[in-house]
Structure formats: C-alpha cells, structure tokens
C-alpha cells in the first residue's frame, strides 16, 4: 500500500488566530488542576487501594464530553470517561443542574467493573453547560460474593456487587439519603466506603474551584476556543506521528491461563492497521466472552487500544481526547472484548493487560525501535478479606506489581508499575499495622528477567502469614503461569509467574493463577510475579552490564554462564 503523505493542515502546529503562549499557559493549568485533584484525592481518601496503590483518574471534560485533560495516576481509567459521561448525558440530559454530582458503575451503563466507581459533576456557567469535572476510582468492597468484589471466578455480574446507573448522588448541593442508605447495606466496609467517596467530591470541589480560576483569568468563550485548539492540536500531532509509520497490517496473538474458573488458554487476537494518519485496532477472532470475571467492557478495549498507540509516539503532545480521533477500535459483541449482560468482569483487568500486550507485539513489527519487550503481564491482584473475633470486617486490596521489559536502547526496569496502571506497591509498615498479615518477604527474583542485549526486568515476590483469629477467604487474580511474557528480537522470555501456599512446609502447594479460597490462621501464601521479557540477543549484551548484575545478585553466576556464555567467553578470550 503506498505511503500517504500527511496534509499541510495536519502538518499546521496551531489553527489560525492561536496565541501559542496563551495555548501553552492554559494546558499547563489544566494539567496542574487535574493534578491537583489527584493530589486531593490521595490526601483524604481512606482506603490503601486508592492512597497507597494509586488505582484511581481524574479529568476533565469540555460540555460535549471529550477529554481535554487527565491527571498523572491510572491510564486504564481515562479512555472510558467520554463512556461514562455520555451514559450521564443520555439518561438525564436537561435535568442536570448545577450542585449536581453523579455516580455510577453499571459496566452496561458506562463504567467498566464494579469496583470501578465514577464520580460525574458538570460545571455550569450562568445557567450554561461549560464542562465536566471527574474521578474514577477503585473502590475497597462494593459487596457480593467475596469481599473485594473482584473475584475471578464469580460466573454473572450479579454475584459481583451493587449495580449502580447512572444516578445523582447530590441533587443540586443535596446529598441522595436514599442512594447512600441502598449503597451501606450492600457493602462491607461502608465507613471506609464513604470516607472515600467524600474524598472523590473532594477532589471534584479542587476540579470546579480550578475552573471557575480559569474562568476569571480567560473568561468562558475563550476557554471554549482554547479547549477546541487543545483537542485539534492532539489529534495532529497524533495523525503526523502515525503517518510515519510504515503502512500495513500487523498482527499479534497472546494468551491467558484461565478464563477466570478453568486453566484454559483464552486467545487475544489483534490486528493493527496502519493507513496513512490513520490506525484500526481489530480485535475480531479473539475469545468469546467467558464464563469467569475476566470479560472486558468496549470502554475498556478502546483504552487499552489507545495507550498502546500512544506509547510508541515520540511527540511531546497534550494527553486528551484529540489523540483518541484517529484511532478506530473494532471488537466484535459478546466477546472478550466487548461483553454482554449478564458477563462478570471484576477481574477484567488482566485481560486489558494481555490486550496491551498484543497490541504491543504487533506493533514491533511496524516500528522495532520503539517497542519493549513484554512487561511483567499485569499485577497479581489479591484480596485478603474476613472479620476478626468480635464479627469487625477487615478488607485488605492490592495490585502487586510490576517490571518493565527490556528496552530496544535499555534493559526493563525493575519494580516499577506496569505502564498501563502506573500503580505503586503499598507499604509493608501499613499493611501489618492496619491489617492481620505479616510480610515475611518482599523483593526481587534473580534470575527471572528475560536474558537479552537488554535484560527485563526482574520479578518481584511477596509472602505473607495471616495471623488473624477466624479464617478469612483469600481471591488471587494473577496471570502468566503458563504463557510467559515475550522476549523480542531474539531476546528471551521472561519467568513465569507463581503462588504457593505454606512454602517450604509439606503442606506446599502450587495455588491456580485465579481462584478463591479460605485461609486459615498461620497460614502462608506467597505471590510470585513474572520476569518481564528480554529484548535483544543475548550474546550482545555488555560485559560491564553483566558483570554489574552478578555484583548486585541481580543474576546468580550460574544463570549468568548458561544465559551470557558467549559474552562470558569472549571475554575471556580477551584477556
């Protein structure tokens, strides 16, 4: 297919009558505000899973719902808010008003899985819509079947927790009685629940106040202008970056272990169409949906589909909805990608992380240089959830991650979120204080990251005793234990991924990457995740870089002379 050449209005850096200073000073307030909110947030919520673990997005959307900016937290979260505030719009379109606050979580009416609760205000202007202000967040326990609300193995959206469409949650300054009443008898935790949701309308108080800033400095028609050339000037740049990518039809094949209930490979199928400034996504031919929680929204598909794009664009560029224009999602309906009632999705999140994956691989083949091998494969997600001798509930949420694969210029990164949740581990010193665990280890896994010219990133593992005084029930989502984490250019895969029950102990034992269970007192369970993916042949790594990872117990020297002999070799030849 011959290569189209970008148009002289795309290749245009503003449209006409654009102050670039002013276009400059109005994105970087945005970009502070929506950071602002994030920082709002962080500071009054309650839960470990938001403070610590990060799970949550903030944004900020013009009065038709576009994105013109998202804060620095979970990249997961921001393609679905246009979703989400469309299902809003179209429920309650004129009957909005100001003071209002919406929420939802409904995956069929704009959220993505339970747990995941969107938190909706527009912004009015002498009786105008102006804009959107808005939080995503993962939340402790919305109820059902195992405490968490995130179980894999739950087989329909009703075992997963409350439902909630879109609904005002303040009616003009007024809070809902009858919604929080509904809300606290379907949830565990409704304390630690609130004081999470105040936190939320907290941050979208730091969202509305920044505005209304704004607003004094540029007035309203002026803002409307410069959210317009924000949007448009995403979009260019992302068309003049994609039109440098060499046409084509890549494509890429991954797999999962389990399908939430059942070791069973589920296929990820993706094809990435490149054709002049623009991409299609197709990811027809993958699994149809399954009988576990690990179905995906279409909201979600799309998400994914547009960090993967995103990642191997060099450009500086606003992060908004403007990027997104280009870019055409396909995913055909009742399947993986695209579920349909009654599809549990608590656990959805692994598949996402497989679909970036495989987006990701195909796209190695159309630009080498700007593509890592695979990451860690997504967190081990786990939920230690139960109630102490005198009936007092305690839920404990991580998402416990993560290393980066080797790089085309560097190796992976060790301990790091995975790029697409950008989440960070909750302290140690926190969780034995708040909770009934202890950490018995925390740290890295040598000799687990891909070999290659760039190693990856090494695994990390944890391994905790429950020392409460009842059983509690214990829900694992993991992945990688079969299908490792892909090296490239003749880099190696990475390890995979594991957890064991009572290590060491001749109760050991090997636990299912997805299951729930009940945990006895004492007892031990420790999550291993996998090494991240090598890029690279192995034979061309750097001596010194080996050398350094020996000295730090990065690599043993026996994994080092089977991996690296040839580099040990030469070496050796040298000398």
Same mark, same amino acid.
């Given at each position: 297919?011959?290569?189209?050449?970008?148009?002289?209005?795309?290749?245009?850096?503003?449209?006409?009558?654009?102050?670039?200073?002013?276009?400059?000073?109005?994105?970087?307030?945005?970009?502070?505000?929506?950071?602002?909110?994030?920082?709002?947030?962080?500071?009054?919520?309650?839960?470990?899973?938001?403070?610590?673990?990060?799970?949550?997005?903030?944004?900020?959307?013009?009065?038709?719902?576009?994105?013109?900016?998202?804060?620095?937290?979970?990249?997961?979260?921001?393609?679905?808010?246009?979703?989400?505030?469309?299902?809003?719009?179209?429920?309650?379109?004129?009957?909005?008003?100001?003071?209002?606050?919406?929420?939802?979580?409904?995956?069929?009416?704009?959220?993505?899985?339970?747990?995941?609760?969107?938190?909706?205000?527009?912004?009015?202007?002498?009786? =105008?819509?102006?804009?959107? #202000?808005? *939080?995503?967040?993962?939340?402790?326990? &919305?109820?059902?079947?195992?405490? @968490? +609300?995130?179980?894999?193995?739950?087989?329909?959206?009703?075992?997963?927790?409350?439902?909630?469409?879109?609904?005002?949650?303040?009616?003009?300054?007024?809070?809902?009685?009858?919604?929080?009443?509904?809300?606290?008898?379907?949830?565990?935790?409704?304390?630690?629940?609130?004081?999470?949701?105040?936190?939320?309308?907290?941050?979208?108080?730091?969202?509305?106040?920044?505005?209304?800033?704004?607003?004094?400095?540029?007035?309203?028609?002026?803002?409307?202008?410069?959210?317009?050339?924000?949007?448009?000037?995403?979009?260019?740049?992302?068309?003049?970056?994609?039109?440098?990518?060499?046409?084509?039809?890549?494509?890429?094949?991954?797999?999962?272990?389990?399908?939430?209930?059942?070791?069973? =490979?589920?296929?990820?199928? #993706?094809? *990435?169409?490149?054709?002049?400034?623009? &991409?299609?996504?197709?990811?027809? @031919? +993958?699994?149809?949906?399954?009988?576990?929680?690990?179905?995906?929204?279409?909201?979600?598909?799309?998400?994914?589909?547009?960090?993967?794009?995103?990642?191997?664009?060099?450009?500086?560029?606003?992060?908004?909805?403007?990027?997104?224009?280009?870019?055409?999602?396909?995913?055909?309906?009742?399947?993986?990608?695209?579920?349909?009632?009654?599809?549990?999705?608590?656990?959805?999140?692994?598949?996402?992380?497989?679909?970036?994956?495989?987006?990701?691989?195909?796209?190695?083949?159309?630009?080498?240089?700007?593509?890592?091998?695979?990451?860690?494969?997504?967190?081990?997600?786990?939920?230690?959830?139960?109630?102490?001798?005198?009936?007092?509930?305690?839920?404990?949420?991580?998402?416990?991650?993560?290393?980066?694969?080797?790089?085309?210029?560097?190796?992976?990164?060790?301990?790091?979120?995975?790029?697409?949740?950008?989440?960070?581990?909750?302290?140690?010193?926190?969780?034995?204080?708040?909770?009934?665990?202890?950490?018995?280890?925390?740290?890295?896994?040598?000799?687990?990251?891909?070999?290659?010219?760039?190693?990856?990133?090494?695994?990390?593992?944890?391994?905790?005793?429950?020392?409460?005084?009842?059983?509690?029930?214990?829900?694992?989502?993991?992945?990688?234990?079969?299908?490792?984490?892909?090296?490239?250019?003749?880099?190696?895969?990475?390890?995979?991924?594991?957890?064991?029950?009572?290590?060491?102990?001749?109760?050991?034992?090997?636990?299912?990457?997805?299951?729930?269970?009940?945990?006895?007192?004492?007892?031990?369970?420790?999550?291993?995740?996998?090494?991240?993916?090598?890029?690279?042949?192995?034979?061309?790594?750097?001596?010194?870089?080996?050398?350094?990872?020996?000295?730090?117990?990065?690599?043993?020297?026996?994994?080092?002379?089977?991996?690296?002999?040839?580099?040990?070799?030469?070496?050796?030849?040298?000398?």
């Amino acid at each position: 297919m011959p290569k189209k050449e970008p148009s002289k209005k795309n290749l245009a850096l503003f449209s006409k009558n654009i102050d670039p200073i002013k276009f400059e000073l109005i994105r970087n307030s945005l970009f502070f505000l929506v950071n602002e909110m994030a920082l709002s947030l962080v500071r009054s919520s309650y839960s470990g899973i938001l403070r610590d673990n990060m799970d949550f997005s903030t944004g900020i959307a013009d009065r038709s719902g576009e994105m013109v900016a998202q804060g620095l937290s979970l990249p997961l979260q921001f393609g679905p808010m246009p979703d989400a505030i469309a299902a809003v719009s179209k429920r309650w379109g004129k009957n909005m008003n100001k003071g209002d606050v919406f929420i939802l979580n409904d995956p069929f009416e704009g959220g993505t899985h339970l747990p995941d609760v969107f938190f909706i205000k527009p912004i009015f202007i002498n009786k =105008k819509l102006f804009c959107f #202000v808005c *939080v995503c967040g993962h939340q402790i326990d &919305v109820g059902g079947r195992v405490a @968490g +609300s995130n179980a894999s193995d739950s087989r329909e959206i009703f075992a997963e927790g409350i439902r909630i469409p879109p609904l005002k949650l303040i009616d003009a300054g007024k809070q809902n009685e009858t919604l929080i009443s509904i809300i606290e008898k379907n949830v565990r935790l409704p304390v630690n629940l609130f004081g999470d949701f105040r936190a939320h309308i907290a941050a979208l108080k730091t969202g509305e106040n920044g505005i209304y800033e704004l607003i004094k400095k540029y007035t309203t028609k002026e803002l409307i202008k410069y959210f317009k050339e924000l949007l448009d000037n995403a979009e260019r740049i992302t068309r003049n970056a994609i039109s440098k990518i060499p046409d084509g039809v890549y494509k890429f094949t991954d797999y999962m272990d389990c399908d939430g209930v059942e070791l069973n =490979k589920v296929p990820i199928k #993706v094809e *990435v169409q490149i054709n002049g400034d623009s &991409v299609i996504v197709d990811t027809s @031919g +993958s699994s149809k949906q399954v009988q576990g929680a690990i179905n995906s929204t279409y909201s979600m598909t799309k998400a994914v589909s547009y960090f993967a794009i995103r990642s191997i664009i060099e450009d500086d560029m606003p992060n908004n909805g403007g990027f997104f224009r280009p870019i055409k999602v396909i995913a055909e309906e009742g399947s993986i990608m695209k579920s349909t009632i009654p599809a549990a999705s608590g656990a959805r999140g692994v598949t996402l992380l497989r679909l970036g994956d495989a987006v990701l691989g195909a796209l190695s083949k159309a630009v080498p240089k700007r593509v890592s091998a695979a990451n860690e494969g997504g967190p081990t997600l786990y939920s230690f959830g139960g109630y102490d001798s005198t009936k007092n509930p305690f839920i404990f949420v991580e998402i416990f991650g993560g290393s980066w694969g080797g790089r085309p210029n560097k190796d992976g990164i060790d301990g790091i979120g995975h790029p697409l949740c950008n989440q960070r581990n909750i302290p140690v010193e926190f969780i034995e204080m708040e909770y009934p665990l202890r950490i018995n280890g925390y740290g890295y896994v040598p000799d687990s990251g891909g070999a290659g010219q760039y190693r990856g990133g090494l695994a990390l593992f944890r391994e905790f005793k429950y020392i409460g005084d009842t059983p509690c029930q214990l829900q694992i989502r993991s992945d990688r234990s079969y299908t490792p984490p892909y090296g490239l250019h003749n880099g190696e895969n990475g390890s995979l991924s594991k957890n064991i029950l009572n290590p060491g102990t001749n109760k050991e034992k090997v636990l299912p990457p997805m299951v729930t269970f009940i945990l006895n007192p004492d007892e031990v369970v420790r999550f291993i995740i996998p090494g991240a993916g090598g890029w690279g042949k192995p034979e061309n790594r750097k001596l010194e870089n080996l050398l350094y990872d020996i000295k730090n117990g990065y690599l043993t020297e026996r994994y080092a002379r089977k991996k690296y002999k040839d580099v040990l070799l030469d070496s050796n030849t040298k000398h």
